[in-house]
């Protein structure tokens, strides 16, 4: 089994910042793929950026030059730099784990695994 555990989100000013992370515990392997994923209440659940196995990355382009994925394999967690954050990233945050090397079209049915979300609130 994996545990993802989202940590970070919280209250900011538009043009703040924050940092999320994603601890993943369990059957985890450097071949999976990871992604964060957001939705807002009555919403479908968007993605918003993903790194394969091998690094590369992709985002959502309402995030792009925003934000910024990363993973850090030592330590088995994932990275959300969110910067120039803006009211309309006012969601709940996802990370998400998917057991195949590439998953940067972020279909969120690829992804097998999900944390519990951590709140991101942005006032105007």
């Known amino acids: 089994q994996v545990r993802l555990v989202e940590s970070g989100g919280g209250s900011v000013q538009a043009g703040g910042s924050l940092r999320l992370s994603c601890a993943a515990s369990g059957f985890t392997s450097v071949s999976d793929c990871m992604g964060w994923f957001r939705q807002a209440p009555g919403k479908e659940r968007e993605g918003v950026a993903a790194?394969?196995?091998?690094?590369?990355?992709s985002y959502a382009d309402s995030v792009k030059g925003r934000f910024t994925i990363s993973k850090d394999n030592a330590r088995n967690t994932l990275y959300l730099q969110m910067n120039s954050l803006k009211p309309e990233d006012n969601d709940m945050y996802y990370c998400?784990?998917?057991?195949?090397?590439?998953?940067?079209?972020?279909?969120?049915?690829?992804?097998?695994?999900w944390g519990q979300g951590t709140q991101v609130t942005v006032s105007s």
């Open positions: 790194v394969d196995s091998d690094g590369s990355t």
């Open positions: 998400a784990l998917a057991r195949t090397a590439h998953c940067r079209t972020m279909v969120a049915a690829l992804f097998g695994y």
